[in-house]
Nanobody, 124 residues
C-alpha cells in the first residue's frame, strides 16, 4: 500500500498558477501509475490526469489539456500537478491516487490508494 499526502493547494486568481505535490511513502510508488482527480461537493470525483511509472505515458482530461502538466520524481517519491491559466471552474478538492497497470483507465474505482485531498479555489 502507498500512503499519499497532497500539498500546494490554496486560493488563486483566475489566470494564475499553482503546483500541487503528492508525497508518497511505501515501495510501490515507483512502480505505480499515478493520477490526479478533483471533486466538487455534491458531484462525482473527476479524472484530471495520470502518468505511468516510467513517465513515458500520460493522459489528460479535456479540461486539463494545454493548461495542466502531470509529472513525477520517483527518486523523491513525489507526484506533481502544475496548473496554469486557472479558471474558476477548476475550484475543487484535488486528490492524488495510485494504481497498478495502465494509465488509460480513468475511473476512480480503478485506483487503490488515495490522499486526503488539497483544496484549490480560483477566484474570478
Amino acid at each position: 500500500q502507498v500512503q499519499l499526502v497532497e500539498s500546494g493547494g490554496g486560493l488563486v486568481q483566475a489566470g494564475g498558477s499553482l503546483r500541487l505535490s503528492c508525497a508518497a511513502s511505501g515501495r510501490k510508488f515507483s512502480s505505480s501509475a499515478m493520477g490526479w482527480f478533483r471533486q466538487v461537493p455534491g458531484t462525482e470525483r473527476e479524472f484530471v490526469a495520470s502518468i505511468a511509472w516510467s513517465s513515458i505515458e500520460s493522459l489528460y482530461a479535456d479540461s486539463a489539456k494545454g493548461r495542466f502538466t502531470i509529472s513525477r520524481d520517483n527518486a523523491k517519491n513525489t507526484l506533481y500537478l502544475q496548473m496554469n491559466s486557472l479558471k474558476p471552474e477548476d475550484t475543487a478538492v484535488y486528490y492524488c491516487a495510485g494504481k497498478s497497470g495502465t494509465v488509460y483507465i480513468t475511473s476512480p474505482q480503478a485506483y487503490d490508494d488515495w490522499g486526503q485531498g488539497s483544496q484549490v479555489a480560483v477566484s474570478s
